[in-house]
């Protein structure tokens, strides 16, 4: 466990302040957590369903997944992470892992311990509301993700995926323009939409025959926006961005 | 059991329309197309469209080749008759 440099941080920082402004003596209380840091390679488990953990997993850089192995080997995607989430948070208070996490890309994780975690909450309760509000942005993202799987076409559905893709990177600084990586495989996509392989080719061949998207060299290129938005009926009220995306 | 299959095209929203029909004892249990080459490594490839009764369920892999959907087809038939004949 080594002491942190003030700017290691910074993507929790910019997430954090993606969701309410921090006061000077919160910035340097998140930026002084004590973490380990590490490099792991694409496709590489980071906790394991079943896992009883006693540390949150920031990512500083790349992508990850939460997902869970069912019978026969069959996989559902739960949720796609950046640079600035933590998306084993919930196992601060809930320690034993009921889904998987992992890599996408090659990824670095700055490992904060649960009792670290813990002691910024308490001493600073204004964190701990942020850090929850985050986990409710989370569950509505679960909802969305459920009326997406239960009520819209294979083309909304996706159309949908992608404005909250690029949105969730545009409010961190890590997209614009209209353009943002996406890193994962056809397959990925299938099995977080529930939909197979060839239902996903089929219907990005789709979207962009009709001049929606480009998607090539793990790099998603929006051409027409307001299209893609009114295909998906996206509304972005359940990131609750607002801030940072107007103008 | 012997299946029968029934070439037929289906509207599939892509370049995906040569198809098969499959019969099991005159009942229809599944739709395999054909898959285009917009679809790289799996072009060629036989894909289960829509499957019915014992046929039905998540997405499968797409097959190599006719005989190998039709093994699986038969084999999940079976199966269910297997189950049907313990029920009674």
């Known amino acids: 466990m080594a002491s942190m440099s003030p700017h290691l941080l910074q993507p929790m920082i910019t997430k954090l302040e993606s969701i309410s402004s921090l006061t ?32 949150c997993c920031l990512i500083l850089e790349g992508w990850a997944y939460r997902y869970k192995i069912l019978g026969g080997g069959r996989r559902q995607i739960f949720s796609f992470h950046i640079a600035g989430d933590i998306p084993d948070l919930p196992s601060l208070h809930i ?6 996490l992992a890599t996408i890309t090659k990824a670095t994780m700055a490992f904060i311990p649960h009792e670290a ?14 850090l929850w509000r985050d986990t409710l942005v989370d569950a509505g993202i679960f909802r969305e993700w459920m009326a997406c799987m239960g009520q ?16 969730k990177q545009e409010a961190v600084g890590l997209a614009g323009e209209h353009r943002c990586p996406l890193p994962m495989t056809q397959a990925d996509l299938g099995d977080a939409t529930g939909m197979s ?13 009709d001049g929606l998207i480009i998607l090539r060299n793990k790099t998603l290129v929006i051409k027409a926006w307001n299209e893609l938005i009114r295909a998906a009926e996206f509304d972005d009220t359940y990131l609750h961005l607002r801030e940072r995306t107007v103008g | 059991m012997s299946l029968h ?11 995906d329309s040569d198809s098969h029909l499959v ?10 197309v054909h898959l285009s080459d917009q679809h790289e490594e799996e072009a060629g490839m036989w894909y289960l469209e829509a499957g019915f009764g014992p046929i039905s369920g998540p997405d499968e892999p797409p097959f190599v080749n006719l005989d190998a959907a039709q093994a699986w087809i038969s084999s999940r038939l079976a199966t269910r008759s297997v189950r049907d004949r313990g029920r009674h």
């Open chain 1, 24 to 55: 000077e003596e919160e910035r340097y209380a998140v930026e002084n957590l004590p973490v380990r840091v590490r490099t792991h390679q694409s496709r590489e488990d980071i906790v394991r369903d079943g896992d009883r953990v006693s540390q």
């Open chain 1, 95 to 100: 320690p034993l892992m009921d889904h998987s």
């Open chain 1, 117 to 130: 975690m813990r002691d910024l909450t308490y001493q600073f309760p204004r964190l701990a509301a942020v």
């Open chain 1, 152 to 167: 819209r076409s294979a083309y909304d559905h996706l159309a949908h995926l992608f404005c909250e893709l690029y949105l």
């Open chain 1, 197 to 209: 392989n060839v239902h996903v080719n089929r219907t990005l061949q789709e979207m962009r025959g």
């Open chain 2, 5 to 15: 299959l029934q070439p037929v095209q289906v509207a599939t929203g892509s370049a």
């Open chain 2, 23 to 32: 019969f099991s004892d005159g009942l229809l249990v599944a739709v395999l």
